[in-house]
């Protein structure tokens, strides 16, 4: 070998590419080939019965979105007994080969969308007998591997195209030589030329190129020896171990709908599974239990295969969720359904408890989880989105993450940052130089395979990994299952760092807004769920109605479905929203019902001149509600967790009353007053029992503002921290009008023009006896990159803010110090975000928002985006909104702001009765920071299961008092298994909690009709 290496390695570039050019050399045609263009996605048996035309290659097809059914008779040539047979099967689409009885066999993706995931040769035989013959269906779907960006691509000039059909053997020596010449290649090209393993790989190349003649088969086994004497130079006793995870990650919405996921999941897996046979090291990881259901609904043969290599340990169940979730957006109870759902799916069907919590494309992780993953059987967490935040990257890749409640997780973020690696050499090299621990850990994981329509790791990848195993130069690295790396890894690490409280994402902020419908459907399904399992289980417990609890369990899958990690948050393409309105439609449809006669057994009068209101929140309350007759107002007052019937109260003590003049209009009650002017801006909030005015001086509160939104990268998933410097106030008000004046309800109504493509109506309302001012919006909104927030400057000065989260809340900077701090310029909430003194403060409630920012004193509420890609038509149209400002003595704790921000979503059910009974609470606690959130029936026995948390940070005590006869009471966790039997008085038992601890019993409980 002269001394050029850099000539030496360009001529590595055209060996190996001379030598692929020799991998298929014989080919024959098909014996015959028919297409179906189907009419939709249909099942196989439907596909059966089509009509097949003869057809041939170079044939093009389509629409995009449209599926054409292949099928194909060949016959193997008799002179090519002995040898690997393909099929070469290229549409330039996604396509899956189905056996003629109807089993999926493997996926194909076609050439069009590039070498990223390129798939098109199918097995027939590894040694042919010679002249066997077949038939073979291909399902071809004009789609690709990431569907069709509507920005990137014009769809509808899409079509397949196919390119190739046909018969080809695959020379192996030609094969496994070609495998060895490109890890040995690779290393050359990327270890450091300083390296004696660069010199020695850049020598045993070269040496094969000179050793083969491409083209002689005689000379390829010189070849193999130099690649074997190469391999055999092992890493030494220090080295980096990694754990290679095939994986494909199969977003379950994204670029396309649900109907093809459930195909790119077949495709997928069938593919997973023929690997499986040939390469028996091979392991797959499968998350997310909605993508096994489905393949047990869909095709049962392909499902009792996937089952069989799980029992084998190579298709491994992993994740423990129903789906991948977005953790910021769903509820705590809805957190711990996706595990409590998934779990039990995994065990039902698998005997499987998942042990890791597996969400590695995620836009944020919420402090809560660590509980909720510790409850639910998890101990490990693995993700790495992460390493796409914009100012500041992780530090570690393993760490102990703890909870806003102490609860610790052992969490990995791969080091190669991806979840998709190629496994070629530069990955491990990426990997290993990206390993932030190797100063107190040796072991990490590697995620491999294409994911979404790129159907997992492919042959080659697994044949690189074979020669990568253990080489001097490269990191060590071997197939292993989760289960197998996970406590491997826990062994290995000493003194993990501590990362405590939430992982924040800095990126895909605007994710809290996008598509604000499904947000706002989501905790309307989820208070809907709250309400049904409440009231149907006291129903249940007093023997007047059977527990729904099938009618219920469907309902929970649809709505954790819908919590996917890039449907929630607004990131997919229209026809995903479509599926989710009609989802939503039939979720809120049946849980109406369920909940209306779930509480028609439970206040059994709906008529009369009384009324029966029914509160399914954790505290006491009292305050004016709606009359069922949709005809004005009573104020009403109602126990926790349970109803009162009275008297109509149409007055109050302390009523509510507003002024109008020129200037604009004052609502006031014996708390507050609030005074506008005339373009519906709050100038002067004064809180009459603490004498203090809210607004400072000048300032305007009920701002809207409007900011260019015009993201860097992502428009669904982003908005950028340069938006803040583009604000515009807007909102002219072109009428005011009374629309109620009290005594219970006063109430504004303004007509208000907003921007060029945005007028709203508004209403302002303040009710008797509360200090709580009530917002309310109907707004059309045609925007383009426009970001519509409400904006509150408030007389208090703090550094930071409270926001609630899953179960509890978190602080956050109100400054921009660092860029720790200023990364958070837009944040996550959900009911309720505050700013407080120690003695003071004012909150922002709302009832379906979750996007916030707090920067000095001025607290903005995020109303409406205008993305358009990859949703064109993203949130135009008409929407419904409200919020409220709530002022209160102390913090958000003692203030009472978590149960003014429960009540503002989820009003006193009131019906009309006749019936002159006591009022009754079923469920009651003594101490208003531990809030009782769940009552659900237990999933395996008619036993109660009662999810209590400590909502203000604290170590707290309770007492639970319950209209009904304990027999038994357990401590349990979130799958409902028993920790601890515990001592329960006949009504009564002492709760103790610690700071934002999450805490399930489940009771055995006797309870009179
Ligand atoms: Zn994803």
């Known amino acids: 070998m002269l001394k050029h290496p850099v000539q030496t390695k360009a001529r590595f570039i055209r060996f190996a590419s001379e030598l692929k050019g020799k991998l298929y050399p014989q080919s024959t045609p098909l014996k015959s080939l028919t297409v179906f263009s189907a009419p939709d996605r249909i099942p196989f048996a439907e596909a059966m019965k089509g009509r097949y035309k003869p057809t041939h290659t170079d044939l093009t097809f389509g629409p995009a979105w449209s599926t054409h059914w292949f099928k194909i008779n060949y016959q193997i040539p008799r002179e090519w007994k002995g040898q690997e047979v393909m099929l070469y099967f290229d549409s330039s689409s996604e396509g899956c080969v189905w056996s003629a009885d109807g089993v999926p066999l493997q996926g194909l993706t076609g050439y069009n969308w590039g070498a990223e995931g390129f798939r098109s040769h199918y097995r027939l035989t590894s040694n042919a007998r010679g002249g066997e013959t077949g038939t073979l269906y291909v399902e071809a779907a004009v789609n690709g591997l990431f569907g069709f960006d509507p920005k990137h691509l014009d769809t509808a000039n899409k079509t397949g195209h196919l390119r190739k059909a046909e018969l080809v053997t695959r020379d192996s020596a030609v094969w496994d030589l070609l495998m060895d010449f490109i890890v040995i290649k690779e290393m050359a090209e990327q270890l450091p030329g300083t390296s004696t393993n660069f010199g020695a790989a850049l020598r045993a190349a070269n040496d094969i190129a000179n050793a083969v003649v491409i083209g002689d088969s005689s000379s390829y086994a010189a070849g193999r020896t130099i690649a074997k004497e190469f391999f055999a130079a092992k890493n030494g006793d220090r080295v980096h171990g990694v754990s290679a995870i095939g994986h494909a990650h199969i977003d379950t919405a994204w670029l396309w709908p649900l109907a093809e996921t459930r195909r790119k999941c077949y495709r997928t897996f069938s593919t997973a599974l023929r690997m499986m046979d040939k390469y028996p090291e091979y392991k797959f990881s499968c ?124 969490t990995h973020f791969p080091p190669s940052d991806t979840y998709n690696a190629v496994a070629t050499v530069d990955d491990l090299l990426r990997h290993d130089t990206n390993f932030k621990d190797n100063d107190r850990a040796s072991e990490s994981a590697i995620l491999f395979g294409y994911g979404d329509g790129g159907c997992g790791p492919t042959e080659e990848m697994l044949e690189r990994l074979r020669r990568m195993k253990d080489v001097a130069g490269l990191p060590k690295v071997t197939p292993r299952a989760p289960a197998e790396f996970f406590p491997r890894f826990k062994a290995n690490i000493v003194e993990p760092i501590v990362w405590s409280g939430e992982l924040y994402f800095e990126l895909h902020r605007g994710t809290y807004t996008t598509h604000s419908e499904c947000k706002r459907d989501n905790r309307r399904s989820e208070e809907a769920l709250h309400d049904v399992e409440l009231l149907a289980a006291i129903a249940h417990l007093t023997k007047k109605a059977r527990y729904p609890h099938a009618e219920l369990a469907k309902v929970w899958e649809l709505v954790l479905l819908n919590q996917f990690h890039d449907i929630i948050p607004g990131s997919s393409i229209p026809e995903v929203y479509v599926d989710a309105a009609r989802d939503y439609e039939q979720i809120l449809s049946s849980t109406t019902k369920l909940r209306a006669s779930a509480l028609a057994k439970v206040l059994p009068e709906s008529a009369g001149a009384r009324l029966a209101a029914f509160n399914t929140l954790s505290w006491p309350r009292r305050e004016v509600v709606d009359l069922p007759s949709g005809k004005g107002h009573a104020l009403l007052e109602a126990p926790a967790y349970g109803y009162t019937i009275a008297e109509r109260v149409s007055k109050s003590s302390d009523p509510a009353h507003v002024e109008q003049s020129e200037k604009g209009f004052t609502l006031e009650n014996g708390l507050i007053s609030a005074r506008f002017d005339a373009n519906a801006h709050l100038v002067s909030l004064i809180d009459k029992r603490h004498d203090r005015e809210i607004v400072p001086p000048a300032a305007k509160g009920n701002q809207f503002v409007l900011f260019e939104d015009k993201p860097a990268l992502y428009d669904a998933w982003d908005m950028d921290i340069y938006h803040l410097e583009k604000r515009k106030s807007v909102g002219v008000v072109t009428s005011i009008k009374v629309v109620e004046s009290g005594p219970l309800r006063t109430k504004v109504r303004a007509e208000m023009v907003v921007n060029a493509k945005c007028k709203m109506t508004l209403w302002i309302s303040l009710d008797a006896e509360s200090p709580r001012l009530d917002f309310e919006v109907e707004a059309d909104w045609h925007e383009t990159d426009q970001f519509l927030k409400v904006e509150f400057p408030l007389a208090l000065r703090s550094d930071f803010a409270t926001f609630e989260i899953q179960f509890g809340h ?28 120690p003695n003071y403060g004012v909150a922002l409630l709302n009832d379906s928002k979750y996007g916030y920012a707090c920067h000095g004193n001025v607290l903005r509420l995020s109303l409406l985006r205008s993305p358009k890609s990859p949703d064109p038509k993203a949130d135009m149209g008409r929407h419904h909104f409200r919020y409220a400002l709530y002022p209160h003595e102390g913090g958000p704790q003692a203030g009472g702001v978590i149960p003014a921000a429960a009540a503002f979503n989820q009003p006193l059910r009131v019906q009309a009765s006749s019936k002159p009974v006591a009022n009754r609470s079923f469920f009651s606690v003594d101490n208003p920071g531990v809030v009782l959130d769940t009552v659900k029936k237990a999933e395996d026995s008619g036993d109660l299961i009662l999810r209590f948390y400590e909502s203000h940070g604290a170590h707290q005590e309770a007492t639970l008092t319950i209209d009904g006869k304990i027999a038994k009471a357990a401590r349990v966790n979130l799958l409902e298994e028993e920790d601890a039997p515990i001592r329960a008085g006949a009504r009564q038992i002492k709760l103790k909690l610690r700071p934002f601890e999450i805490l399930s019993l489940k009771l055995d409980l006797q309870m009179n009709a």
């Open 810 to 837: 978190v602080r956050r900077p109100t400054h921009f110090n660092t860029t720790w701090d200023f990364a958070r310029f837009e944040v996550c909430g959900h009911r309720w975000a505050d700013l407080s003194e």
């Open 287 to 410: 998350s997310q239990a909605q993508q096994w259901a489905w393949m047990k609904e869909m095709n049962p043969r392909l499902y009792a295969q996937m089952k069989a290599k799980a029992r084998a340990g190579q298709f491994i169940p992993v994740g423990g969720t129903w789906i991948e979730p977005d953790c910021n957006i769903p509820s705590g109870e809805s957190l711990v359904r996706q595990f409590l759902v998934g779990q039990r799916f995994f065990r039902r069907e698998l005997g499987v408890t998942c042990r890791e919590f597996w969400n590695p494309d995620v836009f944020g992780y919420s402090g809560a989880l660590p509980q909720i993953m510790r409850g639910a059987g998890i101990e490990y967490f693995l993700t790495q989105k992460l390493s796409w935040n914009q100012f500041n990257r992780p530090t570690s890749s393993t760490f102990l993450w703890e909870g806003i409640d102490g609860s610790r997780v052992l």
